[in-house]
T-cell receptor
Framework: NAGVTQTPKFQVLKTGQSMTLQCAQDMNHEYMSWYRQDPGMGLRLIHYSVGAGITDQGEVPNGYNVSRSTTEDFPLRLLSAAPSQTSVYFC?????????FGQGTRLTVV | GENVEQHPSTLSVQEGDSAVIKCTYSDSASNYFPWYKQELGKGPQLIIDIRSNVGEKKDQRIAVTLNKTAKHFSLHITETQPEDSAVYFCAASMSSWGKFQFGAGTQVVVTP
């Protein structure tokens, strides 16, 4: 039982490049979320999903896309990376009210 | 929308002393208040939570109190130990969809 697995752990992108952050959970949870963590700002919700095929925007969705084709996977896509997207990204899988976070992806956009 | 403020941003305590972190929230509809602990290089992990129909909850050395009227809640850690050193986040939520509004975090350092 791996919980929530995020890949990659580290990534450096050039401005304008696109990439997908992967998130997979093996707990059969319906709810999943993506957060970004920036110094002094806590965690901010990017997108969330309440089940396969259903996604919605969070607090800071601009520049990011998500899809949820299966219960297990919830990838986050950066369409055209910008330096402002330099951050640590956390995926969470939610059971009832408890969020189980992955180890995070540290993304640097240069 | 909901806004959560957390204080202090850093907290240094001597081992064995108590630590208190305070959070305030803005939306009276929020009904669930978790606290997460984040160790270096790891994702946040739930340590304790409280719902709006309860005023206080305790789990060994940690406790959380909630004042709905004043819209604030606090985390209390007693008999602190070096392994309590971490970043602590409070959060508020109105649903079970994983939509949390987090505070900015408190870096707790426990010195021997």
């Amino acid at each position: 039982n791996a919980g929530v697995t995020q890949t990659p752990k580290f990534q450096v992108l050039k401005t304008g490049q696109s990439m997908t952050l992967q998130c997979a959970q093996d707990m059969n949870h319906e709810y999943m979320s993506w957060y970004r963590q920036d110094p002094g700002m806590g965690l901010r919700l990017i997108h969330y999903s309440v089940g396969a095929g259903i996604t919605d925007q969070g607090e800071v969705p601009n520049g990011y896309n998500v899809s949820r084709s299966t219960t297990e996977d919830f990838p986050l896509r950066l369409l055209s990376a910008a330096p402002s997207q330099t951050s640590v990204y956390f995926c969470a899988s939610i059971r009832d009210t408890e969020a189980f976070f992955g180890q995070g992806t540290r993304l640097t956009v240069v | 929308g909901e806004n959560v403020e957390q204080h202090p941003s850093t907290l240094s305590v001597q081992e064995g002393d108590s630590a208190v972190i305070k959070c305030t929230y803005s939306d009276s509809a929020s009904n669930y208040f978790p606290w997460y602990k984040q160790e270096l290089g790891k994702g946040p992990q739930l340590i304790i939570d409280i719902r709006s129909n309860v005023g206080e909850k305790k789990d060994q050395r940690i406790a959380v109190t909630l004042n709905k009227t004043a819209k604030h809640f606090s985390l209390h850690i007693t008999e602190t130990q070096p392994e309590d050193s971490a970043v602590y986040f409070c959060a508020a939520s109105m649903s079970s969809w994983g939509k949390f509004q987090f505070g900015a975090g408190t870096q707790v350092v426990v010195t021997p």
